[in-house]
């Protein structure tokens, strides 16, 4: 029986009817229509970007998403499916495109896709991280955009955020990414298989830890998959010389699928792969579920398996070679009806000296909870103050110790409520924090200028939800917004128990229609694009 008979929600639509969904069960990928083990031959695929961007309602995207597109896509299948290809890795995907052309072709084809949420514009920044409502809304988009497709396996909520000890907070965000993403699939009722994952820099000093913290907690907070980008093996190594036996140690008892989301180390060339019969072999496919090979494109990097000239493909060296090793790279696996999962999720690693993300995790983005607070304040910023100063003000307003409702301490595990807001909003509530301290104690008169940025401003006051949001939140920003809360009908309390989700699908479809007028809105901290990148 197909998969797809079992979903009348998406009897109506041609895409992908060909592809049965993927189904996780434990630490395996499976076909939904036969339970045969599915190990991922992928292949990493995002065309160069030509500097010609395109504008969507997210503004302009500065990348090509190659699953947008029916003359790249229709161009490079046949060459992905000589390579035996059942899974591309899109790095950037346009969420206002139309994807069904591709997307039913790779269908068609057996071609599997997982996208990553985040792209060259909006992701988590590993030194500078935040999970605000414009990312929050960009990821959803994501999301909407390939979940009716059967073909898509998931999405990566992150990849390679955090890539050394002191980016290990980074990771906090990233998961309530994962938390916030999972939530939105079933809020959408998007079907169940669609996993959330992560992609990690394999640094071995975090190894362990990363992989313990995604695999911990609640389960609606824990990844679905994990990823990891492992260049270890250059030139004609060996599974111990690899180091792949260390990664097998470790991972063997992981409860979630285990794959490279990239592998393919270029130091040594031509590229021989003969770490391929090893992932696929005996020594790891009864554990892990195979990899994505960097890179389709051949790029300024020197990954690439092809070039493109005037529109037209051409192998490269590479391309021979990993084509020889992936063709004959076909485990049978077990059939999902013979397999009880034994592995049992991870416990929350400890806060120290080489890890530094508690286990608490930033709030949920609430564009709502965002504008209910700016439409009660009295002091904002003035409009015409360029985004550009709003560090130098950040600076000297918080120097104040008004800050609360904005910081973040991954180290605690405490994020003020309003944190997840836009760079302006919390610009605003702060430089209100300090406007009304001053007033109370007789200052008011000159509290609200900051060299002339700031500016008196009516404020309304908060009635139904707004008022019983800002009132779980508390004046000072520092409480939690509850269930109760989100429906109106909480009591007035500012209480710092534990976050539920509870109320978030109300809110949740109300963000994203919000969150796409603040997509303009300055971006606080410069974003770094994780595309394709590779930490050697
Ligand atoms: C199960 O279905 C998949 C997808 O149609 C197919 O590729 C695979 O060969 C099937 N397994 C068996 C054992 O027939
Ligand atoms: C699709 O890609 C081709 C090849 O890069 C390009 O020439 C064409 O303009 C693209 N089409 C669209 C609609 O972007
Ligand atoms: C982390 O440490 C490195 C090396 O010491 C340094 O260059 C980098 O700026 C630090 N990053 C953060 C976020 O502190
Ligand atoms: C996905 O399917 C739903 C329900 O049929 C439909 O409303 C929505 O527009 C579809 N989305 C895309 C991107 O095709
Ligand atoms: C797997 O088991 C080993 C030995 O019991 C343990 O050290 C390791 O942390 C476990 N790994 C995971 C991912 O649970
Ligand atoms: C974060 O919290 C920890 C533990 O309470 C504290 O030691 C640290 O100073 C805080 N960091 C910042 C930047 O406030």
Redesign the pocket.
């Known amino acids: 029986m197909k998969s797809f008979a079992l979903l009348p929600v998406l009897a109506g639509i041609a895409a992908a009817t060909t592809a049965p969904e993927i189904v996780i069960k434990g630490s395996k990928f499976f076909y939904s229509n036969n339970g045969t083990q599915f190990y991922i031959r992928g292949v990493a695929y995002q065309p160069n970007y030509d500097g010609v961007g395109t504008t969507t309602s997210a503004g302009e995207v500065d990348f090509v998403d190659p699953l947008a597109n029916e003359t790249i896509c229709k161009r490079d299948l046949p060459y992905l499916t000589a390579l035996n290809t059942n899974v591309v890795r899109v790095y950037d995907v346009d969420p206002d495109a139309d994807h069904s052309t591709c997307m039913n072709l790779f269908a068609e084809a057996g071609i599997y896709v997982l996208a990553d949420l985040s792209s060259a514009d909006y992701s988590i920044d590993?030194?500078d991280p935040e999970w605000t409502t414009t990312l929050y809304s960009y990821y959803n988009s994501v999301v909407d955009s390939l979940a009716n497709y059967t073909n898509t396996i998931g999405f990566f909520a992150g990849n390679e955020n955090s890539n050394?000890v002191?980016?290990t907070g980074a990771s906090a965000f990233v998961k309530a990414a994962v938390r916030d993403t999972k939530a939105y699939i079933s809020s959408q009722g998007y079907r169940s298989s669609l996993g959330v994952g992560y992609s990690a820099a394999d640094v071995s000093e975090i190894r362990d830890s990363l992989a313990e913290y995604f695999n911990c907690g609640d389960s609606a907070d824990r990844i679905d998959f994990f990823g990891d980008n492992v260049y270890e093996w250059c030139g004609d190594s060996s599974y111990t010389e690899s180091g792949y036996d260390e990664i097998t140690a470790f991972f063997k008892n992981y409860s979630v699928p285990y794959f490279f989301s990239e592998y393919g180390c270029n130091t040594v060339q031509p590229r021989t792969f003969t770490n391929v019969p090893v992932m696929y072999g005996d020594e790891m496919n009864d554990w892990m579920s195979g990899g994505i090979v960097y890179e389709y494109f051949q790029d300024d990097n020197d990954y690439g398996l092809v070039t493109i000239s005037d529109g037209a493909v051409s192998t490269l060296t590479d391309y021979a070679s990993f084509s020889k090793e992936i063709v004959t790279a076909t485990p049978t696996g077990t059939n999902s009806a013979s397999y009880t999962p034994t592995n049992s999720a991870a416990s929350c690693p400890t806060v120290g000296a080489d890890w530094e993300a508690a286990s608490a995790l930033p709030p949920t983005p609430d564009a709502a909870l965002c504008e209910c607070m700016v439409a009660s304040l009295s002091c904002v910023v003035k409009s015409s103050v360029k985004s550009a100063k709003y560090a130098d003000l950040f600076d000297t307003v918080c120097g104040y110790g008004v800050c609360a409702g904005i910081d973040t301490n991954t180290t605690s595990g405490v994020y003020g409520a309003y944190s997840m807001c836009t760079s302006e909003q919390q610009l605003n509530f702060v430089l209100n924090e300090y406007y009304v301290e001053q007033k109370a104690a007789g200052n008011g008169a000159s509290a609200c200028d900051f060299s002339g940025s700031a500016t008196t401003t009516a404020s309304t006051s908060a009635t139904g939800t707004c008022a019983s949001l800002l009132s779980a939140v508390g004046t000072a920003g520092t409480g939690t917004v509850t269930a109760a809360a989100a429906s109106g009908t909480g009591s007035s309390s500012s209480s710092s128990s534990t976050s539920s989700s509870a109320g978030l699908p109300r809110l949740a479809s109300q963000s994203v229609n919000l969150g796409f007028g603040q997509l303009a809105v300055f971006i606080f901290t410069a974003v770094l694009s994780g595309t394709g990148m590779i930490l050697l």
Do not use: D, M, P
């Open positions: 590993s030194s050394s002191n980016t």
